[in-house]
Structure formats: C-alpha cells, structure tokens
C-alpha cells in the first residue's frame, strides 16, 4: 500500500484545514486507517484512525472534538478535518494504515504498517 498525504500550509489560529490521504490498492476498505503528527525532537503524537468497514473511530485528546476523521472506500481516501486549530496543532501529519488493529491498539504507531510521506501544518498565533 502506498499512501500520499496532502493538504497541509500555513493558517491562523481558529481556522479549519482538511488533510487527505490517498491510497494505492483494491483493498482499502480492508485497512484501518491513522493520523499521526511529528513536532521535531518528539515523539510521533496519534492524532485519530478510523476502522475499515465502518468499524468507528477513534481520536487524541489533544483534537477531540475539533478535529474529524472520514474515509471514502470508494476513492481509496481518508480525509482528516481540522476545525479551530490552535498554534499547538503545528506539525507533520503522516497518514497511516494498518490491518487487523484492534482497538486497544489503534492509538500507538507501531501497530501501522504503512506511512505516508507527511504534510506539514503550520497553525500561526
């Protein structure tokens, strides 16, 4: 599986950006799918994933009720909707896949298997 993740620029605080992530493949729907995010000098951050097949989904603290995961297994595409972003929101997003993750480990990154090459979100103050 190859993923290709964009979307990402410069907005101001309180602004809304939408990340998408497209995959190769005809099984798609098969893969949970993740968002990450990377501060240089820290550690990969879960930001939200959602199960294929309509399986739920599932989100970090930090973005909870800001931010909303979809996914359209027609068009091999997670989308990520980032609303009232705040200048700690700043970071690398990386989309990510995975199949057969269960829930309790939906939130770490070593349960993914495949990355995108990241799209950098820059939220100024």
């Known amino acids: 599986v190859q993923l290709q993740a964009f979307g990402g620029g410069l907005v101001q605080a309180g602004d809304s950006l939408k990340l998408s992530c497209v995959a190769s493949?005809?099984?798609?729907?098969?893969?949970?799918m993740g968002w990450f995010r990377q501060v240089s000098g820290k550690e990969r951050e879960f930001v939200a994933a959602?199960?294929?097949?309509?399986?739920?989904?599932f989100y970090g603290d930090s973005v909870k009720g800001r931010f909303a995961i979809s996914r359209d297994n027609a068009k091999n595409t997670v989308t990520l909707q980032m609303n009232r972003l705040e200048p700690e929101d700043t970071a690398v997003y990386y989309c990510?896949?995975?199949?057969?993750?269960?829930?309790?480990?939906?939130?770490?990154?070593?349960?993914?298997?495949?990355w995108g090459q990241g799209t950098l979100v820059t939220v100024s103050s």
């Open positions: 990510a896949a995975g199949r057969r993750i269960i829930n309790s480990s939906i939130r770490g990154h070593q349960a993914y298997h495949y």
């Open positions: 493949g005809p099984t798609f729907r098969t893969y949970s």
């Open positions: 959602i199960k294929g097949n309509g399986g739920g989904s």
